[in-house]
């Protein structure tokens, strides 16, 4: 049964009314394969190419397979949930709205506030990742380049600046403001390009795999596969920033649901793959922390074959900026239409493109690019999406309950021990996360306590009544 609507449209837990109506501001030009292809953007690129060498190296050896088929679980679990609310609630905001729709708006304030964070971190944590690729590949063909360009300060010798990964979060930023029916086409084609160097990878690499190199196969321990899933986690989730791009999308009730499933399994056999063949190269004690892919096929001889490996790193990993400077974005945008953030970052321009949220991600995502260690940008990124996928899973199990008979074009199987497996793993890894994490996490959540209380939630539309028609139920209903 429906909440009556003062109760559920009261206090910090106002829940935001979702109507069949969406804003028209926001173009809906994307197919379900240019959204899956969103989404493939996302999940395959940094994982592959920027964190499986070191990850293995340090933490997991040859297990690394079992790393990114545990953190693969754990996120499909949060991704059926995911693609329950995508064809329920076909807005953009991903999470955000989700939460705000079900949990009420402090929750989905919170979520939102963290995301921004994170999204925008990925996006430095993947340029970065690129920039180092592009440096391999210039020394590859024998140029060389001045020292003080290629890498943030402390991350080598006589490293001032990483100017490499500067320019591309700028340039994807532009890229999205031209909108999103020509950077979702560019991205199509830039994927497609991604998965067939992924695949030359498995088929080449796997001549040169040998057993030994696989044993001892987990060096250190169960925890060390652990640790290993909670770090590449953010290499597995990249559906949901493709979920914040629904009101772009054409019939998103039901191309966002397919969407979504569709890339994720794409993606962790590929993952499953060319992580076993990059150990079975090379001893993962010998394996490079940066371009570890390009670097294991020069050292079983291929050196040539390292460009063209380079070079679908750079093409692949470029797809992943996409994608989160994308999310990062709608959900700034969906925030600020809400009025929770100022109304100033919800106009779009004339290629239907939130801009300003585009622009302040890639400017901020540049300059942590630019000027920190990926080690340290990587740390900010996995607990919020972690605490996101906890609150998709509860929302999509209180919703379940409290609307049993809401039309769903997908519906969750086995309720509700599938998202009630996403809320255990997904606390579970962040439990494995550095004390820094939780540190830092803490104070962005602080801060952005101190935004909701001042601005926010006197500003809220639901809060005032401008955003609510009724109850968020019966208007789900139509």
């Known amino acids: 049964m429906s909440e009556p609507s003062g109760q559920a449209t009261s206090g910090i837990f106002r829940r935001k009314p979702i109507t069949a109506e969406t804003d028209e501001s926001l173009e809906r ?23 499986a060498g070191p990850v293995a190296k340090e933490n997991a050896g040859p297990a690394v397979s079992l790393s990114f088929l545990l953190a693969g679980f754990a996120s499909a679990c949060a991704a059926l949930s995911y693609a329950e609310f995508g064809g329920l609630i076909p807005q953009a905001g991903s999470a955000y709205t989700y939460g705000y729709a079900v949990l009420g708006e402090v929750v989905g304030w919170f979520i939102g506030w963290d995301l921004l964070l994170e999204y925008t971190a990925i996006v430095a944590v993947v340029a970065i990742g690129v920039s180092q690729y592009i440096s391999f590949l210039l020394t590859a063909i024998g140029l060389d380049l ?8 402390g991350s080598g010798d006589g490293h001032r600046v990483d100017l490499f990964a500067i320019l591309l979060c700028l340039g994807v930023a532009w890229l999205l403001n031209r909108g999103i029916k020509t950077s979702a086409r560019i991205e199509t084609y830039l994927v497609f390009v991604k998965i067939a160097i992924v695949l030359a990878v498995i088929v080449v690499g796997v001549f040169y795999v040998k057993a030994d190199n696989l044993t001892p196969y987990v060096p250190f321990g169960f925890s060390g596969v652990a640790t290993g899933a909670a770090t590449v986690f953010f290499a597995v989730f990249g ?14 009730e039901r191309n966002l649901p397919k969407a979504i499933v569709i890339s994720l399994a794409i993606a962790m056999v590929l993952y499953l793959m060319a992580a076993t063949v990059l150990t079975g ?102 607990i919020g999406i972690l605490l996101a996928f906890v609150v998709v899973c509860a929302a999509v199990i209180v919703l379940r309950y409290r609307c049993p008979d809401l039309p769903r074009t997908f519906r969750v199987p086995f309720m509700p021990v ?46 005032r009544g401008q955003a609510v028609t009724g109850d968020p139920e019966s208007e789900l209903r139509g």
């Open 281 to 382: 190269m090379v001893n993962y004690t010998d394996l490079s922390e940066t371009a570890a892919f390009s670097e294991a096929f020069s050292a079983v001889g291929r050196p040539e074959f390292a460009k063209v490996v380079a070079v679908g790193a750079i093409v692949g990993i470029i797809t992943v900026l996409f994608s989160f400077t994308l999310g990062a974005s709608r959900i700034w945008y969906s925030i600020s239409r809400d009025g929770l953030l100022p109304s100033w970052f919800a106009t779009t321009n004339k290629h239907h493109s939130p801009s300003r949220p585009v622009w302040i991600v890639g400017i901020i995502s540049a300059a942590i690019a630019g000027f920190v260690s990926i080690g340290t940008a990587a740390e900010l990124t996995n």
């Open 239 to 252: 559906y949901d920033a493709m979920s914040t791009a629904a009101e772009e999308s054409k019939e998103a």
């Open 29 to 51: 030009s994307i197919g379900l394969w240019q959204l899956t292809a969103i989404g493939l953007g996302a999940i395959i690129g940094a994982g592959i190419f920027a964190l």
């Open 418 to 463: 599938v998202p009630l497996l996403g809320i255990a793993f997904s606390l579970w890894l962040t439990s494995q996360l550095m004390w820094q994490t939780w540190a830092r996490f803490a104070v962005w959540f602080v801060i952005g306590a101190v935004v909701y209380a001042t601005y926010g939630y006197r500003h809220s539309l639901v809060g």
């Open 146 to 153: 001045p020292a003080w360009m290629l890498g943030a300060p």
